[in-house]
C-alpha cells in the first residue's frame, strides 16, 4: 500500500508541479529578455541610423551615438547617454538617462535650440522619443515589475522558436492595455511586439529585423516599429556597435549633455 501511495503521489506532483513551474516562469522568461536586450557586455556603444517614416512614404533620416553603461548586475542600475550628430535641427541634441530597478528612472534631453536642459517626467516616459515611433521607455526599458507577465503559447517566428509572453501593466499610465513578447528561446531577445490597445485592437509592431552576434553578444541590429492607426513608422539600424569599450562613468553626467567629451561622441 504505502509503494502504491508513493507511485499516487509521483504522479500527482508530475501534473501539478510542471504547471505551476511553467506558470511562474513567465517572469524569469522577461529578465532574461531584458538582460540579453539592454544589458549585454559591461558597456556598449553603437552608431545608429534612425529613419522616421509617414504613411504616403516620405522619410526623415536621423543619426545618433548611443553610449550606455551598467552598473551593477543586469537589471541593477544603468546609464545612457545619446548624442544626435544629424539633420541641423537636432544636431548636438543630447539624451541622458539613469536607469533604477523598482523606481522612476530620470531622463534628461538637451535641446540647443533653446540652449535648455528638460527633465522628462515620469508621466512622460511613454512619449514619442524625438518624433520617432519609438517611446523613451523603448529606448532604455521598462521594469519587468510594472507588469503582470503570463505565458500564452510557444510559436515560431522563421527559424526561431519562441516563447509568448503577455504583459499586462499594473497601472493606467501606459498607451496600451497589453503587449504579447516573442522572445527567441535561444538568444533571449525579444523578435517581436504586438501592442494592443485598451479596446484590445492591435496598433502597434515592434520586429527585430536583424540579429547579429557581436563579441559573443547577440544583438538586435536593426529594428522597425509601426503604428498600424497613424501608419507612420520607424527604423533604428547599427551602422557599427561594440562591447567591452572601456566607458568612463563621468560621461553620465548633466553638465555634458551640452558639450559631451568628443572622443564618444565622434
Known sequence: M?????????????????????????DEIMKQ????????????????MMKLIDKGGRERVRELSMIRKNFGEPGVNQKYFIYFHQP??????????????RKDDDRWLFIPALNMVRRIAAQDRRSSFVGSDFTYE???????????????????????????????????????????SWIDKSTKLPLKEEYYDKRGELFKVFSADEVKNIKGFPTVTKRSIKNLQSGHSSEAAY???DYGIGVEDGLFAERYLRQPPAKWVE
Open 88 to 101: 541641423a535641427d537636432v544636431k548636438g541634441m543630447a539624451f541622458l538617462v539613469n536607469k533604477y530597478p
Open 138 to 180: 523603448d529606448i532604455s526599458g521598462r521594469d519587468i515589475e510594472d507588469d503582470n507577465h503570463s505565458i500564452v503559447k510557444d510559436e515560431r517566428i522563421g527559424a526561431a522558436d519562441c516563447h509568448v509572453i503577455k504583459s499586462a501593466p499594473k497601472g493606467t499610465d501606459t498607451d496600451y492595455g497589453h503587449k504579447l
Open 239 to 241: 551602422i557599427k556597435a
Open 2 to 26: 504505502k509503494q502504491s501511495a508513493m507511485f499516487l503521489l509521483a504522479a500527482l506532483l508530475s501534473i501539478v508541479i510542471p504547471a505551476r513551474a511553467f506558470a511562474a516562469s513567465a
Open 33 to 48: 529578455s531584458q538582460a540579453a536586450f539592454l544589458y549585454g557586455g559591461a558597456d556598449f556603444k553603437a552608431r545608429v
